[in-house]
């Protein structure tokens, strides 16, 4: 199985994690500054971390209130009702921003806590924290907005590593399941989300089912692998307070 590997992300900035053997997307496009992607050289399967501006715990636009309505799961339907349940909210609130409004999002798994072992320790990290969470997208008839870009890139790849195999997403739907952490950095106004898009049409079209379990467990893992190591070398990434 691939190996995950500690990688300095955003110029050194911060330390993550990513697996190996996998192509940063900024060699084959210009990715936004907020961003760094990579994409797996044998799959369709791609990594992106994003810095986003934080979403608050109250908000007079009453944003957590509109990402609980907008999900047919259970989310706080009021500000102030406990930390977890806000910051799960805000979690589905970053997920939501990257599905488009005609997609169908399932979700797997709710956004769960998770320990952050390194920023933990650290004193501008003190009060991190971080969810993770599994949701399934599926698209009628045309590409994800994300995903579209991100397909041109691994054609690219594709042609650069003829045995990646990979297969056209069927017509009428795609299916893809997206792994996610969202590390909350209150002190720099800060959310950071990591996601793994895991394509599942390349796999469902073979009826290669192991193969897609073995992408899943390799995604599942780049997201424990970043919980585990994630450090901030240079706080100033995020701006002067």
């Known amino acids: 199985m691939t190996q995950v590997e500690q990688r300095e992300l955003f110029g050194g900035a911060i330390t993550g994690a990513v697996p190996q053997g996998w192509i940063d997307g900024s060699t084959l496009r210009e990715v936004p500054d907020h961003q760094e992607m990579f994409l797996s050289p044998t799959t369709l399967s791609n990594l992106i971390f994003e810095i986003n501006e934080y979403v608050p715990r109250s908000s007079p636009s009453g944003g957590l209130n509109g990402v609980a309505s907008g999900l047919e799961v259970e989310l706080p339907t009021a500000i102030n009702i406990g930390a977890d349940s806000e910051d799960v909210a805000a979690a589905m609130y970053h997920i939501l921003d990257i599905c488009d409004d005609d997609d169908t999002m399932d979700v797997i798994r709710e956004p769960r806590r998770v320990p952050l072992q390194r920023l933990a320790v650290s004193p501008l990290g003190s009060k991190a924290s971080a969810y993770a ?32 195999g990979s297969t056209p997403p069927p017509p009428d739907r795609s299916t893809n399941n997206c792994h996610f952490l969202l590390v909350r950095l209150p002190d720099k106004t800060t959310d950071l989300l990591v996601f793994v898009n895991v394509p599942q049409d390349e796999f469902l079209a073979r009826g290669a089912m192991e193969s897609l379990a073995r992408e899943e467990a390799l995604a599942d893992e780049i997201i424990a692998k970043f919980a585990e190591v994630i450090d901030v070398k240079d706080w100033g990434l995020f701006g002067s307070d």
């Open 133 to 164: 969470g599994l949701v399934k997208f599926t698209t009628p008839r045309k590409q994800r907005r994300e995903a579209a870009g991100t397909q041109r890139l691994q054609d690219t790849a594709a042609e650069q590593n003829p045995a990646s």
